[in-house]
């Protein structure tokens, strides 16, 4: 039976990851068609800040809960209430900070007064969302993916009707509002998963008082995972946030129009990505299931395990990542045509698509370092690219090629990441005999 948890965990993932993305896609096919573009440029837009500032607020606990339960250091509810203080606390500090700052990047870094109240409104759900992800981080500790499963699709349950019952109310108040209620929908739906997880939470759960009083060895522990690991995600997510800042300023000062930036850089991030990530519940589900087994066995120094679950997440990513990026290359036109009743961003697929294949192979490599304890090669290695990618950016933005510029600059990150994880892998597990 344990041999088999590997593969019983990814089954349910990919099962409960199918159904949440095909509601998920039914969600952005609702809510395009209810909005229209404008709106969905509008979010694309703020979407990289809000990345990046709830990367910040929820420090990466649900990697570093699933990798210190599934190595039994601490007692669970310990190393579940410690996560929790410090997580609320970030998000005080982080919901402060969005406050004060909202009006300077709305109006000088984004360059759309109509940011600064979305930002706002994205602050909001940030305590909600880090409570789940403890949550979610516990079950993927215990190797029980089933609770996860279930409260990802009552989440987007609860999205889809919510959207149906308000969004129709808000639209004819304005972009604004319309993009101010898909956003705050997320706080029911995040309280929703919430409610699920609790409701699988073991019967002999049994908290003391001595659980919840904040422990600095635990919290020390902790931060000693998190911060590193966050570090990779917080580089790709600043990354991110400098994004549209500098690709709107470049195009701008090369005469393109705001009106072509929000639309092409909405197309390209609400349709092109969006339908090329489809596949990515797959490797979410191989990724979550990877981690836990590979800190377990590298934890008991079982080197061969960790070698073989190595070589078979990559083989099922791989194949996986081949027959979605083949079928999206071919059908482009007819899938964005069916799920976002638009062709916008398909000359953007046909240039991305034969390079995400590779990018399916990012997730179970990253997975395989942070669970062998290389957190920081994960962090050095997300810079190189990200670095490389804003350089690459910047300089074609400056050719006249407009979205193109990013599309390039997107399969040159791509290729570096996958390239430094399997050389740091290599490294690490097959010219040493312990890791």
């Given at each position: 039976?344990?041999?088999?948890?590997?593969?019983?965990?990814?089954?349910?993932?990919?099962?409960?990851?199918?159904?949440?993305?095909?509601?998920?896609?039914?969600?952005?096919?609702?809510?395009?068609?209810?909005?229209?573009?404008?709106?969905?440029?509008?979010?694309?837009?703020?979407?990289?800040?809000?990345?990046?500032?709830?990367?910040?607020?929820?420090?990466?606990?649900?990697?570093?809960?699933?990798?210190?339960?599934?190595?039994?250091?601490?007692?669970?509810?310990?190393?579940?209430?410690?996560?929790?203080?410090?997580?609320?606390?970030?998000?005080?500090?982080?919901?402060?900070?969005?406050?004060?700052?909202?009006?300077?990047?709305?109006?000088?870094?984004?360059?759309?007064?109509?940011?600064?109240?979305?930002?706002?409104?994205?602050?909001?759900?940030?305590?909600?969302?880090?409570?789940?992800?403890?949550?979610?981080?516990?079950?993927?500790?215990?190797?029980?993916?089933?609770?996860?499963?279930?409260?990802?699709?009552?989440?987007?349950?609860?999205?889809?009707?919510?959207?149906?019952?308000?969004?129709?109310?808000?639209?004819?108040?304005?972009?604004?509002?319309?993009?101010?209620?898909?956003?705050?929908?997320?706080?029911?739906?995040?309280?929703?998963?919430?409610?699920?997880?609790?409701?699988?939470?073991?019967?002999?759960?049994?908290?003391?008082?001595?659980?919840?009083?904040?422990?600095?060895?635990?919290?020390?522990?902790?931060?000693?995972?998190?911060?590193?690991?966050?570090?990779?995600?917080?580089?790709?997510?600043?990354?991110?946030?400098?994004?549209?800042?500098?690709?709107?300023?470049?195009?701008?000062?090369?005469?393109?129009?705001?009106?072509?930036?929000?639309?092409?850089?909405?197309?390209?991030?609400?349709?092109?990505?969006?339908?090329?990530?489809?596949?990515?519940?797959?490797?979410?589900?191989?990724?979550?299931?990877?981690?836990?087994?590979?800190?377990?066995?590298?934890?008991?120094?079982?080197?061969?395990?960790?070698?073989?679950?190595?070589?078979?997440?990559?083989?099922?990513?791989?194949?996986?990542?081949?027959?979605?990026?083949?079928?999206?290359?071919?059908?482009?036109?007819?899938?964005?045509?069916?799920?976002?009743?638009?062709t916008n961003g398909s000359n953007y697929i046909k240039i991305l698509a034969p390079f995400f294949v590779l990018f399916y192979l990012e997730g179970p490599l990253q997975s395989v370092l942070q669970a062998v304890g290389k957190a920081k090669t994960c962090m050095y290695i997300t810079l190189t690219a990200i670095i490389t990618k804003l350089i690459t950016m910047s300089i074609l933005s400056l050719s006249h090629i407009g979205m193109y510029a990013l599309v390039i600059a997107e399969i040159i990150d791509i290729i570096i990441i996958v390239f430094l994880c399997f050389k740091y892998i290599n490294k690490i597990i097959y010219k040493k005999e312990t890791i």
């Amino acid at each position: 039976m344990l041999k088999n948890k590997f593969f019983t965990a990814t089954f349910i993932l990919m099962i409960g990851g199918l159904i949440t993305k095909m509601l998920g896609f039914l969600i952005r096919i609702i809510y395009t068609r209810m909005v229209g573009n404008d709106a969905i440029g509008l979010y694309s837009l703020v979407m990289p800040t809000y990345s990046l500032l709830l990367t910040i607020a929820t420090l990466s606990l649900p990697i570093v809960i699933s990798k210190l339960i599934s190595e039994n250091k601490k007692r669970s509810i310990k190393i579940l209430s410690n996560a929790t203080i410090i997580t609320l606390i970030l998000n005080i500090l982080v919901i402060i900070i969005i406050y004060f700052t909202k009006d300077f990047i709305a109006n000088n870094l984004l360059h759309e007064p109509r940011a600064s109240i979305l930002l706002l409104s994205m602050a909001l759900t940030f305590p909600f969302v880090s409570i789940s992800s403890i949550l979610k981080g516990y079950f993927y500790g215990k190797q029980k993916m089933l609770p996860h499963t279930i409260s990802n699709i009552i989440e987007q349950i609860v999205r889809i009707l919510l959207i149906f019952l308000i969004i129709p109310k808000l639209v004819d108040k304005g972009v604004v509002y319309s993009v101010i209620g898909l956003i705050l929908i997320s706080i029911a739906s995040e309280l929703s998963s919430i409610i699920t997880f609790l409701l699988f939470a073991p019967k002999k759960f049994k908290i003391s008082k001595e659980d919840l009083k904040p422990d600095t060895n635990t919290a020390k522990e902790i931060l000693s995972i998190s911060l590193p690991t966050v570090s990779s995600r917080l580089i790709g997510n600043i990354g991110f946030f400098f994004e549209p800042i500098i690709l709107t300023n470049l195009l701008l000062l090369n005469g393109y129009s705001m009106n072509y930036i929000l639309n092409e850089y909405g197309a390209y991030n609400a349709y092109s990505i969006s339908l090329l990530a489809m596949p990515s519940f797959f490797i979410q589900a191989i990724s979550s299931s990877l981690l836990p087994e590979i800190s377990r066995f590298y934890y008991e120094k079982n080197i061969t395990m960790v070698k073989r679950r190595f070589k078979q997440a990559l083989i099922l990513s791989f194949i996986v990542g081949l027959i979605f990026s083949t079928t999206i290359y071919i059908f482009r036109d007819y899938l964005l045509t069916t799920l976002y009743n638009t062709t916008n961003g398909s000359n953007y697929i046909k240039i991305l698509a034969p390079f995400f294949v590779l990018f399916y192979l990012e997730g179970p490599l990253q997975s395989v370092l942070q669970a062998v304890g290389k957190a920081k090669t994960c962090m050095y290695i997300t810079l190189t690219a990200i670095i490389t990618k804003l350089i690459t950016m910047s300089i074609l933005s400056l050719s006249h090629i407009g979205m193109y510029a990013l599309v390039i600059a997107e399969i040159i990150d791509i290729i570096i990441i996958v390239f430094l994880c399997f050389k740091y892998i290599n490294k690490i597990i097959y010219k040493k005999e312990t890791i």
